[in-house]
C-alpha cells in the first residue's frame, strides 16, 4: 500500500494546550459521514458511497448497505468516534469486509506515562482470554488488545431471515495523549477471519502513522514554507546506507573532477505532504552535496549523462534542461533525485530525497507481533 489519506481531530483545550491530532487511512476504505450533523446530508453521502462500493449491484441492495450503515452512526458518535470507515474487497471472488473505527476518550487525574499502564492493567482484568501488551509506535507508548468480538446480525439483514450470531476479529490500540487528559483508540474489526494477517497488516500501518502536533506547530506551519531541519539519521541506518548508495551512483555517472569538501550535508526532515497535514515528525531524509572547481564546460555533459543513465535505470525525468535534471525512481513514492550545474560558479548540485516513510509498508509485528 502506498497510497493513503489523511484523517485528523483536534482536542479539547487543556492544561498542555490543543493538540492536533492525525493519522492516514488507505483509500480503499470508505469514510461513514459521522461528522455530519444534518440527517439528509448524512444519509445523501451514505447513498453516494453504497452506488460506489456496490456499483455492480441493485438499487436495493445499495440501498440495504446505506440503512445498514445508518443504523451504526448514532452509536459510534455516541461512543466518540472521530472517524470510522468500512472496505469491501473482492478476494479471487470471495467477498471480504472490514471496519475502522478511531475514537476519542478523556482520561482523569492521570498522565500519560500512567495511563499506559492503567490502561493494560483493566484491560487485562476485563478481556483475561485476550492477547493485551503495551507497544512502541513511532510516536508513543500505547496498548493493544487483541481478540473477538461476535455480533448478533438482525434478522432484518441475514440471508436466513433470522438472527445469526457472526464471528469476528477485533484489535484495539489505546494511546493516551501528551496534553494528559485523553486518548485516542484505533479499532479494527473484521468478520473476514481468512484474511485476518492482511487487515491486520494494514492497521499496524495506519496506527504507525499517528501524530499530533500543539497549535503553536500549527502556527509554524502556516508561517515557515519549508520544515525546520531535524537531527541526521543515525549512522549505519538502512536509510543513510540507501541515500549514500544513489549518491554514490550519481557521482559515478557525473563522472566530473572536481572538490567535495563543502556543502555536503544529511538530514532528517519532515516531508512536505505530512507537514501540510499536521504531522510533525520525521519521516524522511535527504543527502544534499556538491562539486566545485569543475570544468564549466563539464557540467551540461555530465547533467546530460544523469538524464540518460536516470533513463537507463528505468526512473521518470520529471525536469529536463541543460543545466538541471530531476528524476523520480517512481513517480508516487520513491528516491528522487535532482542534479543541477551552477554556471560560473565551476559547480554542480545534488540532490538525494528518500521517500516518505510514512507511505512504506513495515512488518505487521512491529506494533501487534
Partial sequence: MTDLTPAHMETAPADGGRLHVGWFIPPFFHELPIDEDDPEEAAR?????????????????????????????????????????????????????????????????????????????????AYPADDIRVTELPSAKGVVRIGDAP???????????????????????YVPLPN??????????????????LYSEV???????????????????????????????????????ELYARSSLVLDTLALPGRMDHGNRLTAVTCADCWSKGLRSVCSARHEWQIDDADDGALAPAVKRFATQARAWGWTLLEVSAERVSAAEQPEDGYRITVAAVPGQHRVTVDVAAPCTRT??????????
Fill in 45 to 125: 453521502r451514505l447513498v453516494l458511497t453504497a452506488r460506489e462500493v456496490m456499483a455492480n449491484r441493485t438499487e436495493d441492495e445499495q440501498l440495504t448497505m446505506a440503512l445498514t450503515y445508518a443504523t451504526l452512526i448514532d452509536d459510534l458518535r455516541a461512543a466518540g468516534a472521530v472517524y470510522a470507515g468500512f472496505c469491501v474487497m473482492d478476494m479471487d471472488g470471495r467477498p471480504s469486509t472490514a471496519s475502522v473505527a478511531v475514537y476519542r476518550q478523556p482520561l482523569y487525574d492521570t498522565t500519560a506515562e500512567d495511563a499506559v499502564s492503567s490502561i493494560h492493567g483493566a484491560l487485562s482484568q
Fill in 151 to 173: 455480533f448478533v446480525l438482525p434478522a432484518d439483514f441475514s440471508p436466513t431471515g433470522e438472527r445469526v450470531t457472526v464471528d469476528r476479529g477485533q484489535i484495539q490500540v
Fill in 180 to 197: 494528559d487528559a485523553e486518548m485516542v483508540i484505533f479499532e479494527l474489526s473484521t468478520p473476514s477471519m481468512e484474511d485476518w494477517d
Fill in 203 to 241: 492497521f499496524a500501518e495506519i496506527v504507525r502513522t499517528l501524530d499530533w502536533g500543539t497549535e503553536e506547530d500549527a502556527a509554524m506551519a502556516a508561517a515557515l514554507a519549508q520544515p525546520p531541519p531535524a537531527p541526521p539519521p543515525a549512522p549505519g541506518s538502512a536509510l543513510l546506507r
Fill in 360 to 369: 512504506v509498508r513495515g512488518p505487521a509485528d512491529s506494533v501487534f507481533g
